[in-house]
């Protein structure tokens, strides 16, 4: 089971033990990484504080990526703590509610502007500062979903955001592949979270979900963190700029 024994990871994005985040998180600590985690703010740490404990991370600190220089300071510390890194997990997105409910076509520049730089620049970001400390390789994740190809209902400014994802975790594979380093996008089905909570009728999102899935289930954040290990594996080194569904089959039915 130590497929990952020795391997230095950094997951962001967990608020609380439903964020997909933490599924990452414990599966990487189930196959012997070393786990560091950010926490948002002081008002998210007491929930993040405890899930550090259960894996045993030896490094927790605070990560607001809009605060200027804070993703400077983790990599910082990660550098000082390890001296590299060989996973790095990006578990965050947002958009400011009225842009998120709204159409697109009516969203506002400032809207629009924040949840790409959350939810996408910040991505790139970490790429950039991964780089130097992934000597030997490593790989990188984004969390994204299947309202960047398709018009799902509700996923409004989402959508575009994401597509934005994607497409710039294929450049980042391309560009970084000779280092050894692998960029994927991992595109789970609809859990109940914290961030879902922001989607209008999100319930009905679900049960479509399930229905139409030819797993006929739904997704657990334990789904999609084994799928995250196992690309993070030396033996998955190969596989590199993909979106990979987690859906139990989603989307390849009409
Ligand atoms: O159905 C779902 N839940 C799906 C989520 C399906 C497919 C993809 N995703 C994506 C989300 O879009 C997101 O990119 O998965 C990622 C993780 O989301 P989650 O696990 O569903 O939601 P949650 O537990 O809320 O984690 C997202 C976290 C934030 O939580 P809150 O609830 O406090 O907004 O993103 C973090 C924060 O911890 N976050 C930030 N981190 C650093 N800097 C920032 C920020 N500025 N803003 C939000």
């Known amino acids: 089971l130590n497929l990952l024994k020795g391997k230095k990871a950094l997951v962001t994005g967990i608020a609380n033990d439903q964020s997909i985040a933490w599924g990452c998180a414990k599966a990487f600590r189930a196959f012997g990484a070393d786990v560091a985690i950010t926490y948002l703010n002081d008002r998210a740490k007491p929930y993040v504080e405890p899930l550090a404990k259960e894996i045993d991370a030896p ?17 910082e510390k990660i550098k000082k703590e390890w001296g590299r890194l060989d996973l790095c997990v990006h578990s965050i997105a947002f958009a400011p509610k009225e842009d998120l409910q709204g159409r697109v076509v009516d969203c506002s520049k400032d809207g629009f502007l924040r949840a790409m730089e959350i939810s996408c620049w910040s991505f790139i970001r970490m790429a950039k500062l991964s780089e130097p400390l992934m ?112 859906d139990g089959g989603y989307h390849i039915i009409d």
Not at 59 to 75: K, M
Not at 193 to 201: L, M
């Open 59 to 75: 490094i927790l600190i605070p990560l607001d990526v809009q605060q200027e220089g804070q993703l400077e300071q983790a990599f």
């Open 135 to 246: 000597k030997s390789g490593g790989a990188l994740f984004t969390m994204t979903y299947y309202g960047s190809q398709m018009v799902v209902e509700h996923y409004n400014i989402m959508g575009p955001v994401k597509a934005a994802l994607e497409s710039a975790t294929r450049y980042m594979a391309a560009e970084l592949g000779p280092k050894g380093i692998r960029v994927h996008a991992i595109s789970p089905g609809p859990l109940k979270t914290r961030a879902a909570s922001g989607i209008t009728e999100f319930d009905k999102l679900l049960k479509k979900a399930q229905s139409k899935a030819p797993s006929r289930s739904l997704v657990s954040i334990d789904d999609v963190g084994v799928a995250v290990a196992f690309l993070g594996m030396d033996g998955a080194k190969l596989i590199t700029g993909e979106t990979l569904y987690i």
